[in-house]
């Protein structure tokens, strides 16, 4: 057993250290960090390059990240250390061994203090190199079966996107006009259903205004449809704020909602849209008078939100239990009207056409931002009101098995990482089998 500083001896990387501002995207000298990716950018100067000899083992002081470096590179900013190993042990096998290192997490504090108290089993060099090739063997058989199980997550993703795609264009079940004319009846088309939300909104405003001649009803405009797609028979395109309710307008909540807390009122953000689901466990909570001064924006259960900075286009919908929260000016709350099927408004905005409209790809600029202007006139293709439910339910049941193949993805490829530290840790033991 030997004490790690004899096992592995302190480089000097002569102050020639790259600061993450300088970071190129591409470049002559990749730059090795402490983060989690093997590379963190590049630099083009050669005068940056890292003088000792190689392989190094760089070990992140703040991440506990160990890489293996057997080329030219330049070393990354604050909170890398730079090791070569002595002549008892291999270059191979004090890399996996200190991948293997059991140290505390401190989070972003300083872990090299646990490490340099550590020892290193020493095993003879010849059977250094049968670990470090067995090692080797086992995680290559890893890397593939991960490599393939990420490809089916590709594939997942791809799929759930395409099952979108054909349903926002009427492709993914019978549409209503084709089962109205096999079973010689009618049907309400997409633009009937449309006329009758915009004639109930607009008698709803006229009551809730009423004796009010100096105020002018202003109806939902239909969006530009000159650069939109043909949509199917019985199907129309609607914008968002045509769908919504008129007396709850599209808007975004809470400006700066404060510190936490706790007993105040719950507000959602971007960050706890997840998957078209609200993460309640992770709610702030701001006072009730901060509250009050954004109580347009108040929840009700099965309020559709959107996120509209960051990452746009985050749908989520409201559960009962959030019922009187709140939200960010980051979210939007977006009440679809009753007579619009909300799974179905909710696949819609989550497909891929509305989320590159949302986002600017459609239009050719990329946002970093959404308006409630941008919000109201988003194109919205609306199908029958019987064709919107079966498309809902078949999107439903579809994505559903996708989820759950996904899950169990996710779950072997974290059996995958356990997998390489059982590996790791059987490899290191005090007396290391032949």
Known sequence: MLPFE???????DQGKRVKQRNYLSDGRLPVIDQGQAFIGGYV???RLAFEGELPVILFGDHTRTVKFVDRPFAVGAEGIKIFRPSA?????YLFHWMRAAKLPDRGYGRHYQY???LKIPVPPIAEQ???VAEIEKQFSCIDEAVANLKRVKANLKRYKAAVLKAAVEGRLVP???EL????GRTYETGEQLLAGILKERRAAWEKQNAGNRKKKYIAPQLPDTSNLSGLPEGWAWAALEMVGQESRPIIYGII???????GGVPYVRVTEMKDGRVDLQSLKRTSHERAAKFARATLQGGDVLISKDGTIGRVAIVPMELEGGNITQHVMRVPIHTSIWRDYAVWAIRSDFCQKWLTGETKGVALRGVNVEDFRRLPIPVPPIKEQKRIAAEIASRLSIADELETQINANLQRGERLRQTILQQAFQSEPST
């Open 6 to 12: 004899q096992a592995a001896i302190p480089q000097s």
């Open 44 to 46: 083009d100067d050669p």
């Open 88 to 92: 008892l042990v291999t270059p191979k």
């Open 115 to 117: 490490l340099r108290q």
């Open 129 to 131: 190199e049968r670990i």
């Open 175 to 177: 549409t209503e006009a």
């Open 180 to 183: 109205a004319r096999k079973e």
């Open 256 to 262: 700066k909602p404060g510190a936490h807390i706790p």
